[in-house]
């Protein structure tokens, strides 16, 4: 017999430390997605627009759905540097990146928990599961099913474990009990607005993507508008400045899963010695982590990027030098952020001088 308690234990057994059950519902938070996508906030994502329908209501995914089975995991650990003071010369790099892509090892157990359902289910059903990359408004649902409040800086806040949570779920046509929802705890609280360094969260709870670091450095294709390139600061891969400051965060426990801790060579990087690596060796360096979604060419415009804010003098001596291992240091995109980066360089150097 499936009982919510049984498969909230089974959760926890395969690694989650969260597990709630939301009705598979249509809250009146999902149709917000509508009015932001005609805001333009999602900027070049076009796979948002094509499947807003789908991720309107989680029954367009699972046809006859009864339930969300909502799991979060926490990835915090301890960081390799103070977000309050890093180390200029250093890059910068969401601290959901520093381990192993957490869609393979998430996606690994959810299916482990979806398969002891349908062992223990006195009936068969429907599901399906998703990490993250799903048709459905994960955060809503979370909400939902109890595992925290949407916040200011739009992340889910768990008010025990703060809001370094990997989401993960599984719509299924189940009629599991479900849990309350959530209640919002952020208050008078306006850390998260005041910090972002673009003003990407543009009201409470609403995020102009195309200004924030995490659409720039990960999802953007193409050059990173001239204005915006500052505010970039040193971050090479996303940006955790919303969440590093959010008061929920500052006793967030930290995990011991081994799959989350920072990899050798992304704990603490030096930009230079990141630049230096030839284009195979910095494929093989994000391998199986989450950076292989901005692809190579991304991660060199970041870098660059990155490089001309940091001032550092190290890294714009490799930043100018050209190498046959680096080709997609050549590419015309990339090279126009090195230009402008070197060209940063000098600014700051004339401005020491003065
Ligand atoms: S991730 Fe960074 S850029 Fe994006 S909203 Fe948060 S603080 Fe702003
Ligand atoms: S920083 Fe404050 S306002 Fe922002 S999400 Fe955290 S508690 Fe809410």
């Given at each position: 017999m499936l009982t919510a308690a049984s498969v909230k234990t089974k959760a926890l057994?395969?690694?989650?430390?969260?597990?709630?059950?939301?009705?598979?519902?249509?809250?009146?938070?999902?149709?917000?997605?509508r009015e932001w996508?005609?805001?333009?906030?999602?900027?070049?994502?076009?796979?948002?627009?094509?499947?807003?329908?789908?991720?309107?209501?989680?029954?367009?995914?699972?046809?006859g759905a009864r339930s969300v089975i909502v799991t979060g995991t926490l990835y915090n650990t301890v960081p390799p540097y103070t977000p309050e003071d890093p180390p200029p010369d250093r890059a910068r790099i969401a601290r959901y990146a520093w381990g192993d892509d957490y869609h393979d090892v998430l996606k690994a157990r959810l299916d482990a928990l979806l398969a002891w359902m349908r062992a223990r289910?006195?009936?068969?059903?429907?599901?399906?599961?998703?990490?993250?990359?799903?048709?459905?408004?994960?955060?809503?649902?979370?909400?939902?099913?109890g595992l925290g409040w949407i916040g200011k800086n739009t992340c889910l806040i768990n008010a025990e474990k703060g809001s370094w949570l990997f989401l993960a779920?599984?719509?299924?046509?189940?009629?599991?009990?479900?849990?309350?929802p959530a209640v919002d705890q952020c208050g008078s609280c306006t850390r998260c607005l005041?910090?972002?360094?673009?003003?990407?969260?543009?009201?409470?709870?609403?995020?102009?993507?195309?200004?924030?670091l995490s659409y720039l450095t990960?999802?953007?294709?193409?050059?990173?508008?001239?204005p915006l390139r500052e505010g970039v600061g040193t971050h090479v891969y996303g940006c955790d400045?919303?969440?590093?400051?959010?008061?929920?965060?500052?006793?967030?426990?930290?995990?011991?899963?081994a799959a989350w801790q920072p990899r050798a060579g992304l704990d603490r990087p030096a930009l230079a010695e990141l630049w230096r690596r030839p284009d195979?060796?910095?494929?093989?360096?994000?391998?199986?982590?989450?950076?292989?979604?901005?692809?190579?060419?991304?991660?060199?415009?970041?870098?660059?990027?990155?490089?001309?804010?940091?001032?550092?003098?190290?890294?714009?001596r490799a930043l100018a030098e050209d190498s046959d291992e680096r080709p997609s240091a050549r590419d015309p995109m990339v090279r126009e952020h090195i230009d402008w980066a070197l060209g940063q360089g000098q600014r700051s150097k004339g401005k020491s001088q003065r």
């Amino acid at each position: 017999m499936l009982t919510a308690a049984s498969v909230k234990t089974k959760a926890l057994e395969l690694g989650f430390d969260l597990c709630g059950v939301a009705p598979a519902g249509s809250f009146p938070e999902l149709a917000f997605l509508r009015e932001w996508l005609d805001r333009g906030y999602a900027g070049d994502m076009a796979f948002m627009s094509r499947s807003a329908d789908l991720r309107a209501d989680a029954r367009a995914a699972v046809r006859g759905a009864r339930s969300v089975i909502v799991t979060g995991t926490l990835y915090n650990t301890v960081p390799p540097y103070t977000p309050e003071d890093p180390p200029p010369d250093r890059a910068r790099i969401a601290r959901y990146a520093w381990g192993d892509d957490y869609h393979d090892v998430l996606k690994a157990r959810l299916d482990a928990l979806l398969a002891w359902m349908r062992a223990r289910s006195d009936t068969p059903f429907a599901a399906s599961a998703y990490v993250d990359t799903g048709p459905i408004q994960e955060r809503v649902y979370a909400q939902y099913a109890g595992l925290g409040w949407i916040g200011k800086n739009t992340c889910l806040i768990n008010a025990e474990k703060g809001s370094w949570l990997f989401l993960a779920e599984i719509i299924c046509t189940l009629p599991i009990e479900a849990d309350a929802p959530a209640v919002d705890q952020c208050g008078s609280c306006t850390r998260c607005l005041d910090a972002c360094p673009t003003e990407a969260l543009v009201a409470p709870g609403v995020l102009d993507a195309r200004r924030c670091l995490s659409y720039l450095t990960i999802e953007l294709r193409s050059a990173i508008d001239g204005p915006l390139r500052e505010g970039v600061g040193t971050h090479v891969y996303g940006c955790d400045i919303c969440q590093d400051v959010c008061p929920y965060n500052q006793a967030s426990p930290a995990s011991a899963d081994a799959a989350w801790q920072p990899r050798a060579g992304l704990d603490r990087p030096a930009l230079a010695e990141l630049w230096r690596r030839p284009d195979a060796d910095l494929r093989a360096l994000v391998r199986g982590t989450p950076m292989t979604h901005a692809k190579i060419t991304g991660l060199r415009r970041n870098l660059a990027v990155a490089i001309g804010n940091s001032g550092d003098a190290s890294a714009l001596r490799a930043l100018a030098e050209d190498s046959d291992e680096r080709p997609s240091a050549r590419d015309p995109m990339v090279r126009e952020h090195i230009d402008w980066a070197l060209g940063q360089g000098q600014r700051s150097k004339g401005k020491s001088q003065r």
